[in-house]
């Protein structure tokens, strides 16, 4: 078995989709018994290197709103946790009260990322 280096692994998570790497989360947290729920929260407080610069472009930060769940609502609600890693019933609720902001003043790309997770999944999204 070829060990890979740190730069490596990085480089090949650098290229994954956010589907992707949501699903390499759940395999990590199932095969090594561990959450990382937990730790998401504590990475999210960390402002990101230049977050301040992005701020100032304003027109550069939206919201993604799920403006209706389509004919797909099961399918909806599991996007909808693995982005916002809600529980089953809020997610539920979030996506059942549509429309509703499913992520909140994020940079433009990573706000159409979640819009094309979500836009597969069935639902109807607009970026504000």
Do not use: W, Y
């Not at 990101?48 to 100032?56: S, V």
């Not at 609502?73 to 809600?86: F, H, M, N, W």
């Not at 609720?93 to 979640?114: F, H």
Request: aromatic share 2%; glycine share 6%.
């Amino acid at each position: 078995m070829a060990t890979l280096s740190k730069d490596e692994i990085i480089d090949s998570i650098e290229e994954m989709t956010v589907l992707e790497l949501s699903e390499l989360v759940e395999e990590i947290e199932e095969r090594f018994d561990v959450e990382a729920g937990a730790m998401a929260g504590a990475v999210a407080a960390v402002p990101a290197a230049g977050a301040d610069e992005e701020e100032d472009e304003g027109d550069s930060m939206v919201d993604v709103v799920l403006a209706d769940f389509g004919d797909s609502k099961i399918q909806v609600i599991k996007e909808v946790r693995a982005i916002t890693d809600l529980g089953l019933k809020e997610a539920k609720q979030l996506v059942e009260e549509a429309p509703n902001a499913v992520k909140e003043s994020l940079a433009r790309e990573d706000a159409e990322e979640i819009k094309e997770q979500l836009e597969a999944a069935g639902a109807t999204v607009e970026l504000k």
